[in-house]
């Protein structure tokens, strides 16, 4: 793994967790310190990084200088009872072009991923997502990525990646390791209907705001299925997340964010997680840094209740429902251990078989019955005809 990147955490706040409880959950990470240097990463199972990086995030530059609020925010929270070992890495540093710090960003993340550590990115703008999506290149596999964002951002290939277009460059560029893309949030009004019509065109998935903000837990099958999931901070309401210069009047609850970031820490398939677009130059009271703690602390917590039942299970631990249809067999499956549905499509691509099992919900094994094709099953099969 290449350190030079790294920049230890600032002594500011470690003078700041010095103040409070020996209990409190920066005592229980290994930080990276001017004083101790790189922590050994041996048993290491989730490493905090920041990344201080605005320059592309549209309207709102000033994202990336606040890491420090939310350690703070962070460290003086109270662990649960988690067994993984938590690494706080600092800060990779703004290169001297965005493309740069990009290298720096996927090149350290393919090297925590490769040993099997789950990265948490913190800041600056959420173009970081391309370069966190680059690191899966040397993974050689395909990957899903989940958005929770009140737009697209999908932009043109023409405006290169930015906060704003950073999935053009995820979709367009090779070598193309994306087999789903999911947004979580998005608000119709801020999207063009060419772009909506894009996400049906390529058979993604996307959830707007007031179809899941009623019943966040349709989101859990979705956050199953993701490699990466980014979260831009503007798809929480300004009332309750004001620190982002594009954030709106709707959006999510503080305790939605919450909820969701702990369906990404059960996944057993997240294997990175990032929250950006942070704008200290905005925050009141602290309030959004310690959200972003919180949402931070439920994915940390989420992670530590994995019940590694896929995709490190066999079909063995499941219950097998078979549904006859028309056209189709449908194969359902349903986790001993935690009680979770699956259902099967069967690939003749190998490239494809990670994905041949998709997460789903009591209610499409219903719906199937009632000869009706869940909607995921039929996009999945499109993108691979």
């Not at 994202?63 to 070992?85: A, D, M, V």
């Not at 001993?336 to 990670?354: L, V």
Request: charge should be negative; include cysteine; glycine fraction near 6%.
């Amino acid at each position: 793994m290449n350190f030079d990147y790294l920049c230890p955490v600032d002594d500011a706040v470690i003078a700041h967790l010095m103040v409070h409880s020996d209990q409190a959950l920066g005592y229980h990470i290994a930080i990276h310190t001017s004083q101790n240097g790189i922590p050994d990463l041996d048993g290491i199972r989730i490493a905090i990084l920041g990344v201080k990086e605005g320059r592309s995030a549209i309207d709102n530059q000033e994202t990336g200088n606040g890491i420090n609020e939310i350690r703070k925010q962070l460290y003086k929270l109270f662990p649960g009872s988690w067994i993984s070992k938590i690494a706080d890495l600092g800060n990779i540093q703004q290169g001297n072009t965005v493309q740069d710090t990009y290298f720096a960003v996927s090149d350290l993340l393919s090297s925590l991923l490769k040993q099997d550590i789950i990265p948490i990115i913190i800041g600056g703008g959420q173009d970081i997502t391309y370069a966190n999506y680059r690191a899966y290149d040397a993974m050689e596999q395909m990957v899903n990525v989940v958005s929770i964002d009140n737009k697209f951002d999908f932009g043109t290939i023409q405006d290169g990646v930015t906060s704003q277009s950073y999935l053009s460059s995820i979709v367009m560029e090779k070598p193309n390791n994306l087999f789903n893309f999911s947004n979580i949030g998005y608000q119709t009004f801020f999207n063009p209907q060419e772009e909506i019509d894009l996400i049906n065109d390529l058979f993604f998935d996307a959830y707007r705001l007031g179809e899941v903000a009623n019943e966040i837990e349709l989101v859990e099958p979705v956050l199953r299925d993701a490699d990466i999931v980014s979260i831009d901070i503007s798809a929480v309401r300004n009332s309750e997340a004001p620190a982002n210069n594009n954030a709106t009047p709707n959006g999510f609850y503080g305790e939605d964010l919450c909820k969701i970031a702990r369906y990404a820490g059960i996944s057993d398939k997240v294997s990175s997680f990032g929250i950006y677009e942070f704008n200290p130059m905005l925050d009141n009271k602290t309030q959004t840094s310690q959200l972003i703690a919180q949402a931070i602390w439920y994915f940390i917590e989420g992670v530590n209740c994995r019940t590694n039942d896929y995709p490190f299970g066999t079909r063995e631990q499941y219950q097998k429902f078979i549904v006859p249809m028309e056209d189709e067999v449908l194969n359902f499956y349903k986790s001993h251990k935690s009680g979770r549905w699956w259902m099967e499509i069967n690939f003749d691509n190998n490239k494809y078989q990670r994905h041949s099992l998709i997460p789903c919900t009591y209610q499409d094994y219903l719906n199937a019955n009632e000869q009706e094709i869940p909607d995921r099953w039929y996009k999945t099969l499109k993108k691979v005809i």
